[in-house]
Nanobody, 120 residues
Framework: LVQLVESGGGSVQAGGSLRLSCAAS????????MGWFRQPGKEREGVAAI??????TYAESVKGRFTISTDNAKHTLYLQMNSLKPEDTAVYYC???????????????WGQGTQVTVSS
């Protein structure tokens, strides 16, 4: 089992920045592939992912603005979001998996989500 708890969401004006955190506990060693997803409506879409070797992947819509990273000592996943746009508004989820699903939402474990609202 893996438990994931997100934090850091909030409201910001367009052009602003936020940093999301995801604290992981449990069997994190076996679930070393992690990602960030968001759900503005019905569909959940991949935002960024990081493999066990540190390889990162980003959705085209966030490339150059968002950065995914991990602090393995703290078992924490981060998403630094800069130059935020109103279309980034969504509930953001972190996820963990045994295999590299990258931006496909088939991860094994999910956090509860944190709301990000960007106003124009």
């Amino acid at each position: 089992l893996v438990q994931l708890v997100e934090s850091g969401g909030g409201s910001v004006q367009a052009g602003g920045s936020l940093r999301l955190s995801c604290a992981a506990s449990g069997d994190t060693f076996s679930h070393s592939y992690m990602g960030w997803f968001r759900q503005p409506g019905k569909e959940r879409e991949g935002v960024a992912a990081i493999d066990s070797d540190g390889t990162t992947t980003y959705a085209e819509s966030v490339k150059g603005r968002f950065t995914i990273s991990t602090d393995n000592a703290k078992h924490t996943l981060y998403l630094q979001m800069n130059s935020l746009k109103p279309e980034d508004t969504a509930v953001y989820y972190c996820a963990a998996a045994r295999v590299g699903w990258v931006l496909v939402p088939r991860y094994n474990y999910w956090g509860q989500g944190t709301q990000v609202t960007v106003s124009s």
